[in-house]
């Protein structure tokens, strides 16, 4: 049974730092490209970025770009997203998810096949 976990998420005030992790197990980790997304309230779920399946590939959104950064261990089973400078904007719960057969650059939801339960990211002004 496939299972990602999401932790991490807090309450934090704009220009601090969170690192969410993702912890997977129940699947052949490294053969997963890994992404993040989040859904704000009354917003759709955006992607956020991904990283490959050696973890020697990203790719963010714009919105993101040169703030956030995943990373992996396959070892671990784990894919961790770090924020930086963070803004009331990126107030959302945030979501792992995994991807077996498709492209780092693929966006859309539907393009993943697991999902972590979500971890809330709230960033005050």
């Known amino acids: 049974q496939v299972q990602l976990v999401d932790s991490g998420g807090g309450l934090v005030q704009a220009g601090d730092s969170l690192r969410l992790t993702c912890a997977a197990s129940?699947?052949?980790?490294?053969?997963?490209?890994m992404g993040w997304f989040r859904q704000a309230p009354g917003k759709e779920r955006e992607f956020v970025g991904a990283v490959s399946r050696s973890g020697g590939s990203t790719y963010y959104a714009d919105s993101v770009k040169g703030r956030f950064t995943i990373s992996r261990d396959n070892a671990k089973s784990t894919v961790y997203l770090q924020m930086d400078s963070l803004k009331p904007e990126d107030t959302a719960i945030y979501y792992c998810?995994?991807?077996?057969?498709?492209?780092?650059?693929?966006?859309?939801?539907?393009?993943?096949?697991?999902w972590g339960q979500g971890t809330q990211v709230t960033v005050s002004s």
């Open positions: 129940g699947l052949t980790f490294s053969s997963y490209i």
């Open positions: 998810a995994a991807n077996w057969g498709g492209s780092l650059y693929y966006t859309g939801a539907r393009d993943y096949d697991y």
